[in-house]
């Protein structure tokens, strides 16, 4: 059974800069991509962001490009999205998710998620 428990989220002003953190447990880590995600009231959930089990590959939504970065430790099974220059549309619930192979091949293709993180972008 594979956990994920993201962490991180808050208020924070137009502008600013916030870091989400995932923890994952359950299976081998390592071996899967993992991505983040948001969904905004009203909204249908946004893949955002995706990095590939080794590292190599990298995905952003055009939303968050030059904006948002993510990256893993695989020894920590943790896997973050450092989000700035954040802006009152970025406000949402994000989650983390793992995906079913070891490379970004697509939103449809993740097995398990998180419970997610409140951001609230003030203006």
């Known amino acids: 059974q594979v956990q994920l428990v993201e962490s991180g989220g808050g208020l924070v002003q137009a502008g600013g800069s916030l870091r989400l953190s995932c923890a994952a447990s359950?299976?081998?880590?390592?071996?899967?991509?993992m991505g983040w995600f948001r969904q905004a009231p009203g909204k249908e959930r946004e893949e955002i962001a995706c990095i590939s089990a080794n590292e190599v590959t990298t995905y952003y939504a055009d939303s968050v490009k030059g904006r948002f970065t993510i990256s893993r430790d695989d020894a920590k099974n943790m896997v973050y999205l450092q989000m700035s220059s954040l802006k009152p549309e970025d406000t949402a619930v994000y989650h983390c998710?793992?995906?079913?192979?070891?490379?970004?091949?697509?939103?449809?293709?993740?097995?398990?998620w998180g419970q997610g993180t409140q951001v609230t972008v003030s203006s």
């Open positions: 359950g299976r081998t880590f390592s071996t899967y991509a």
């Open positions: 998710a793992e995906h079913r192979d070891l490379d970004c091949t697509g939103s449809d293709e993740y097995n398990f």
